[in-house]
């Protein structure tokens, strides 16, 4: 159906789209096709190649998941030998050492995965959090920044990042 007003046909408003917006067709086409044609694997899915590679990488989630700070260490720093250039592994390290009140070993990790992974969306969202914990509000901002940067769609850690810091900035008042 021709609606009044329109073009009539899909080329001809691709045609005079920008050049931003031809991007993102672009890549949501692609994005698209790369999940219909291969197997696509959601952060934490119980299809994790590396959980499933990895006994001491998924026993390290399951002491996440239960908050068991010390047990998680203990079996990432193990898988961490392994795969010491896996960024994952960096940042469930910072996550767990942050949640265990060691906020230099956290940090250590958070910088290493972002080292390994400059766009590791988790990393810039838990360590924005670490340095809130230490009242740097300047530097969970310059990652609140970053987060923005790499999101080009709204994501979960700008959004989870962003709310810390405005609560950070209320009770600062």
């Known amino acids: 159906m021709i609606r009044p007003g329109r073009p009539d ?14 991007a993102a067709g672009f890549i949501a ?4 096709a790369t999940c219909t044609a291969l197997p696509c694997h959601a952060v934490g899915s119980d299809t994790d190649p590396q959980e499933a590679a990895d006994p001491e990488y998924a026993a390290g989630k399951k002491a996440i998941d239960a908050k068991d700070w010390n047990a998680a260490i203990k079996f990432f720093s193990s898988s961490e030998l ?4 896996n960024a994952d592994i960096q940042n469930y ?9 060691k906020l230099d070993a956290a940090f250590d990790h958070y910088q290493r ?3 390994l992974n400059p766009k590791h969306r988790g ?20 990652h609140l920044a970053a987060l923005d940067r790499i999101c080009l769609l ?6 989870d990042l962003k709310a810390k810091v405005a609560a950070y900035k209320k009770g600062a008042k």
């Open 9 to 22: 046909t899909v080329a001809s408003e691709w045609a005079s789209a920008s050049p931003r917006r031809w």
């Open 82 to 85: 392994r795969a010491p250039d």
């Open 29 to 32: 086409a692609a994005a698209l």
């Open 154 to 159: 709204p994501c979960e850690e700008y959004s």
């Open 123 to 142: 990393a810039h969202e838990y360590i924005g959090e670490a340095y809130l914990m230490v009242k740097d509000l300047a530097k969970a901002e310059e």
């Open 113 to 115: 995965a972002l080292k």
């Open 93 to 101: 390290l910072g996550y767990a050492y942050r949640n265990a009140g």
